[in-house]
């Protein structure tokens, strides 16, 4: 996903002018293509993430399309207020990446670790929010948030998993990324980003559905007709409990009125409410939230045989 | 210089201190409003600049080849408000429903107000807006200039040293920093609450060509402004030495009007004194 987003960056330096990449001394090899190739469009501002947004939305107010990239835990979590003054009250056409979300720096600690960045932007006005899952939605993401006169958050979590697209995607709407008859009075995984690839995995072996959802904000509204005839849908992400994918799902299908439409039960696996408390691997810190991938494949399949206990 | 690139149309007003101090009186007085002081110290330095520097549309305040008044101390709006019914920007009404309901103008700067280019009531937000709009218009080849004016006490917040440091980096000779340096913040005495001076020292060493003048002054401050009219390839500063107050005697210097409302007892005594 990281070659693919250098690919992104670069052909957006070379068709616009107007693009410019800021980072706040992070990237490293993420940004040796483009300031090879288009040096002059490429700003390091230095460990000042605050300046950057400001920085970012003046350039915009002058004509300039600024992509802002930082670790999540940095980008938005650190410059939440610059995001919502400085950025959504004057809708600016900024996107920001934020990478390493969720708890990919495994070993760097808790401060380099973010599970909170889609809470803390789903309340603000006019920020679109994406999680893609792989180099495909990644693409899709990339290529809409370029074309809005919006701001828009990319969040960029573990990015070296299993893929499970098999080609393009056509837009950021949820996407089936396994259907076996799942979804028809079975079991519906929900899922976003680092978790989509393992709820794939899971769906495939245990024949239940799966479905990836790239765009949180707006939320799509065609997820429930995706999900309408499922014995129960399971949202999966790596992410707090409050505020996400989880979140988002239970509000929409809270707020439907469909006559006779009530919405199946719904079950959330999330990371636990904690700051992780050793070092290791991304699966080792996973393990403290119950997210490991053998963690995971049994808490699913619990939930699976209380969906079929509770249905006999 | 901008006088020398003109603008379009005359100069609407002459922006006399002593008017725009009574268009802020008139708010304040019928918005029972507050602020009063933190508009009155940068009175002179918003005359100046829209009398002689600035270049503006009288009747398009988006107008795209304007210069930029960046207002990072958000609190002093009303000084802004008060030239922009000089200009044409705002009317009668606006100042007779000043905090009214529904009024368009609120009590901090809003990047939704025609002529306000930011939101910046929280502190610290202008100049990094304002670095980023020089830095781009230097990119563009643009001779549009940035005119940003800081509070004293807002020099407390982080971002601005970064956005200074990031000036200085880029060579942004397009912008000028005025500070109000008017010795208060809201709850006491800037140096009481956290010592800044020496200014000017310090914002050299952060690589502003700087200039220390009386911010109430205007001849003064014409000479500090045009002092920056050629690059010189770092960001200029002006710390203009204000008073928070200044314009009528027994507001100058006390801090009590920062959030003290204006009666019509008090209107009348201060306006008594501006005519």
Partial sequence: MRDVLSDLIV?????????????????????????????????????????????????????????????????PIRVLEQIKLDLCQSRLPVMLLGDGAGLVYSTLGVSHQCGEDIACLRPLPEIAVYSPCEAAELTACWHEARAADYPCYIRLGKADR????????????????????????????????????????????????????????????????????????????????????????????????????????????????????????????????????????????RLISTSEHSGA | MSSSRGRPGTLPSEFDPRVLRRHVLRMANRGQSFHVACAFSIIEIC?????????????????????????????????????????????????????????????????????????????????????????????????????????????????????????AHQKLDNLVVIVDANQFQAMGRTEDVLGLEPLPAKFEAFGCRTIECDGHDPVALERAVSSFAAPCGRPGAIVARTLKGQGVSFMAGDNRWHYTKVSDEIYARALAELS
Avoid at chain 1, 39 to 63: D, H, R, S, T
């Fill in chain 2, 47 to 167: 005359s100046v600049l829209y009398r002689r520097f600035l270049r503006y549309d009288p009747n398009d305040p988006a107008w795209p080849d304007r210069d930029y008044l960046i207002l990072s101390k958000g609190h002093g709006v009303m000084a802004l408000y008060a030239c922009f019914y000089e200009i044409g920007w705002l009317g009668e009404a606006d100042f007779e429903n000043y905090f009214k309901d529904g009024t368009h103008l609120r009590g901090l700067c809003e990047a939704d107000v025609p002529g306000c280019e930011v939101t910046s009531g929280s502190l610290g937000h202008g100049l990094p807006i304002a670095c980023g709009i020089a830095f781009g218009l230097k990119r563009k080849g643009s001779d549009r200039r940035v005119y940003c004016i800081v509070g004293d006490g807002e020099m407390n917040e982080g971002p601005m040293w970064e956005a200074l440091l990031f000036a």
């Fill in chain 1, 162 to 301: 299993p893929t499970v697209h098999a080609g393009p995607l056509p837009n950021t709407g949820p996407v089936f990324t396994h259907r076996s008859g799942g979804d028809a009075g079975g079991v519906v995984l929900v899922a976003t980003g680092s978790m989509v690839s393992p709820c794939t995995e899971f769906a495939r072996r245990e024949g239940a559905a799966c479905i990836s959802v790239p765009r949180i904000k707006p939320f799509p509204d065609e997820l429930p007709g995706m999900y309408r005839s499922a014995a129960k849908v399971i949202v999966v992400e790596e992410h707090a409990g409050t505020g996400g994918l989880w979140t988002s799902v239970v509000e929409q299908a809270a707020r439907r009125r469909d006559p006779g439409a009530t919405p199946p039960p719904m079950e959330s696996v999330s990371l636990e409410s904690a700051f992780t408390k050793t070092g290791g691997s991304w699966q080792h810190a996973l393990r403290e939230h119950g997210l490991a991938d053998d963690q995971l494949a049994a808490r699913l399949q």
């Fill in chain 1, 11 to 75: 052909a957006a330096a070379r068709d616009d002018e107007r693009f410019i990449m800021l980072s706040g001394d992070h990237g490293y090899a993420l940004f040796d293509a483009i300031r090879a190739e288009r040096p002059a469009q490429f700003i390091n501002v230095g460990v000042a993430e605050q300046n950057m947004i400001g920085v970012a939305a003046g350039l915009a107010k002058v004509g300039f399309r600024p992509c802002v990239y930082g670790l999540s835990a940095f980008v």
